[in-house]
């Protein structure tokens, strides 16, 4: 049971479940005192010391019946030859030897209600690829692919055949109805455990993976340019993790500023009463959170670091007053009424999906004529600005103008840029015209650069 409880938690982390050694150690503990005898104390057990985020529960409940869960299937299955006369019986096996070998022994395991062997099940899987899955949501592909290899189809018409002829040769219709429900109970029962059996072998697999974290450290300082998409997608889980520690590190210097700043002329003005005795401080007001405007470019190039950024700023809005967030390539769109309700990943998966890669010509300068159009009432005193983008702009009307109105109406003009300044004003970069209006040009081209931009802007509000 340790061992099995062990490639759970490996699982577990391959789907992007963080687990400490400690809460390892608190579930071990947690199984020592409670047992394996009740299933559900034994997984609420489990599901206490290793799960800490409610939106990995999901993860949790699917991957747990794989590991612990008997291997017997749910569905019963029925012998139909058992009952039958030794009519039936002959006349069955004379329509049976119409059939090929293979077709003729998978009808057989239908009739007579048989699962498939763990050889069977092992060939299978090193036919169709499952071998090397190691990707869960990808389960009922590879079952339907094992299906196919079974012939599934053909064993589904040979079965109907079987039926009509059956029918021919004088079995009354009662007969031939409940033989027709109870293959499709034997037939339910082993497209189930072909189900289970691709779900358990992709979380052996995933149990048996070399751990991603140990890359994670890489990979917060790999361009987003040159990540994978594997590589993308561990990213999209340490956002998470990523946005807590900068909660409790923000969260920590709000409660230390609340009082403000000194101000030396209030207080002056305050002891002017009482000659400076005694001394009464006057502080200014500390605004302890922000209200956003994030324009994001998704053009190809931008996808990913407006996307995690994206990403991250949802995460923290329990520290900002409000966000408004617009994405463009060549027109603008206000995207915040897709984070309502959702989690960020779930949100900005339909804004790429409504917004997909291609080959569009990125136009900032009319994304800012729109948004100036129709949402400059989100700008005030107290906003502050937020461009992500590397400032390339097809050598279209950069709309400078409308820059530079939008920088004096925020409170601040903040621009993340994944290029470096030495690329800037090359091609068709404008970054070099936009700069100037700007309160501070944050290079962000990895993660855990953008996760320091993050922390800056929320940080200094």
Known sequence: MDERIIRFISALRASGVRISLA?????????????????????????ATLVKDAGCLPVFDELFPLFFDSADPHTPTFDVTQEMTPEEAQ??????????????????????????????????????????????RYRDWYAQRMMRALRFKEVQEALREIMELLAKMGMNKQRLEQMRQLIQANQKALEEQISRFAGQKIAENMSEAEPDEANLDELMDRPFRALSDREMDLLRREVRRLANRLRSRI????????????????????????????????????????????????STSMRHCSELMLSLV??????????????FIDHLEYISPDFAAKEANEAIAGVLQRMP???????????????????????????????????RNNYNDPALDIFQMLARRARRMIWINPEPPMLWGTGDSDMLQYAPFCTNVLMAATLGELTEAVDHLLSHP
Do not use: W
């Open 314 to 327: 949802y995460a923290l809005q329990d520290l900002i007053t409000k966000t408004h967030a617009f994405a």
């Open 357 to 391: 890669p291609g080959y569009y010509s990125t136009d900032l300068g009319f994304a800012l004529k729109q948004f100036a159009s129709h949402y400059l009432d989100t700008v005030d005193q107290r906003t502050t600005f937020i461009m992500v983008g590397d400032g």
């Open 23 to 47: 809460e390892s150690a608190d579930a071990f503990q947690a199984v020592d005192k409670i047992g394996v005898q009740d299933r559900e104390q034994f997984r609420l057990s489990l599901r």
């Open 91 to 136: 006349m069955l096996a004379q329509l049976l030897r119409q059939f090929g070998e293979q077709l003729r022994q998978m009808l057989e395991k239908l009739l007579r209600g048989e699962q498939l062997s763990q050889q069977e099940l092992d060939q299978l899987a090193q036919i169709t690829g499952l071998n090397r899955a190691q990707d869960m």
């Open 251 to 298: 969260a920590l210097r709000q409660k230390r500023a609340k009082t403000g700043q000194l101000d030396a002329k209030a207080t002056l003005r305050a002891n002017l009463k009482n000659a400076g005795v005694p001394m009464e401080i006057k502080h200014r007001d500390h605004r302890l959170k922000p209200k956003l405007v994030v324009i994001c470019d998704i």
